[in-house]
């Protein structure tokens, strides 16, 4: 089951890569767009061509014995080489030296055939044999692999690493992070063999199908890479999700500090029982323009004298400094509620602030109303210390 999940996870993430090829085919080179193919292509068929199904479709003989083992590990440095090409090209873009990494890949990949062909392979049920006296090349086959991939990945892992650093918060740092994980994930995907390497030296055999956990790997680094590449075309839906929850946990948040003032206001309340009608963002612009109305209405019973002396015991009663000010708020909104029911009026002092900044946004507003509603669960302690430090 956690094999097939693997292969839809690539499937997945090759749809992304097709999704990328398109909506970049106007905005990236021909060129770079082909390297980024490359990149899914080879990888998707390196993956097919190790798995059990493949190998039970070729059957016995020198297919599976020798073609598919060797097409898996050339599709894998293919891979690795279009992915290096790929980031040369959009971070140097028309000034990026593809050459040399170019001449690196198809050496390497040269020599990797020359080892494994002088490595005489003999598939024996799940096993691949060898002789002892082509062990060594069937070694040098596997170091030449890890050799070139420890190279590769490792350029890839520091171009997306800085750039990540370096980049500002939003979309494009955090497809650049992804970018970062999936090469963290191909690489564990590339050495999850060196145990493999260890046993071939002991025993002159290896396993001769891909693995669960390589499986696993492989569908992680192809997902990352996938979902890092295309973040530019689902972040905005995923931003409008955030969004909407954090606009949802806010209005909850403040519901204490608005059913209080509800009660004392009932006027307040623009439609009672349709909040969450036009959705969490708009209820939550409801509420907090609610709050603020009860706030007006009930400024003619604030105490003028009470912020400084609520402000003391705040301290006094271990209130954190970051909360004093909303403890302050949750205190004289109290009084104020209580003020109002008892018909108590005061004069407004000349620098009491009647009305709530007009520059401040929702948002700004629903945090600050957050703090102001979880200071109000804790305000009965500060009054009370209030009440006991009145003169007389």
């Known amino acids: 089951m956690t094999e097939t999940l693997a292969y839809y996870l690539c499937l997945a993430g090759f749809a992304g890569f097709g999704y990328k090829l398109i909506e970049a085919r106007r905005s990236q080179p ?32 020198p297919v599976a014995e020798w073609v598919l083992s060797l097409a898996g590990d050339e599709l894998k440095l293919g ?47 799940d096993d691949t044999v060898f002789s ?20 590769s990945l490792g350029l890839l892992f520091a171009v997306f690493a800085r750039s990540a650093w370096q ?17 963290g994930s191909a690489t564990a ?46 972040s905005p839906a995923v931003s409008s999700l955030i969004g909407r929850v954090r606009a949802y946990r806010a209005y909850r948040r403040i519901e204490p500090l608005w059913t209080a003032l509800r009660t004392a206001v009932p006027g307040i309340a623009l439609d009672p029982g349709r909040e969450l009608a036009g959705g969490a963002e708009f209820a939550l612009y409801r509420r907090v323009i609610e709050i603020r109305d009860g706030h007006l209405a009930l400024r003619a019973h ?13 301290r006094r009663a271990g209130v954190p400094e970051a909360q004093v000010a909303a ?41 600050w109303l957050v703090q102001v509603s979880r200071a109000w669960r804790h305000r009965d302690a500060v009054a009370e210390r209030v009440r006991a430090a009145a003169p007389g």
């Open 30 to 61: 021909v060129r770079t767009m082909w390297f980024l193919a490359g990149f899914g292509i080879c990888i998707a068929t390196g993956i097919l061509v190790l798995t059990p199904a493949m190998s039970a479709l070729a059957g016995p003989g």
């Open 189 to 234: 995907w590339t050495f999850w063999d060196v145990d493999d390497v260890l046993q071939l030296a002991r025993t002159a055999r290896i396993g001769a199908r891909e693995d669960l956990p390589s499986s696993v790997l492989a569908a992680v680094t192809v997902g990352c890479v996938a979902a890092g590449a295309t973040l530019s075309a689902w």
């Open 132 to 151: 002892d006296a082509a062990l060594p090349y069937a070694l040098a086959d596997k170091v030449v692999f890890l050799a070139y991939s420890l190279v």
């Open 327 to 367: 403890t302050v708020e949750a205190v004289t909104l109290a009084a104020a509620i209580e003020a109002g029911r008892a018909g108590r009026r005061y004069e407004r002092g000349p620098e009491q602030k009647a009305e709530p900044d007009k520059d401040a946004d929702v948002k700004a507003e629903a945090a």
């Open 79 to 125: 891979a690795i080489g279009f992915a290096v090409a790929f980031t040369q090209s959009v971070w140097r873009g028309e000034r990026a030296r593809l050459a040399p990494h170019a001449l690196f890949t198809g050496a390497t990949m040269v020599l990797l055939a020359v080892c494994f062909a002088l490595s005489e392979p003999r598939r024996v049920g």
């Open 302 to 314: 604030f105490d003028p004298d009470l912020p400084a002396r609520a402000e003391a015991a705040a």
């Open 167 to 183: 980049a500002e918060p939003g979309p494009l740092r955090a497809g650049l992070w992804l970018l970062v994980v999936g090469v």
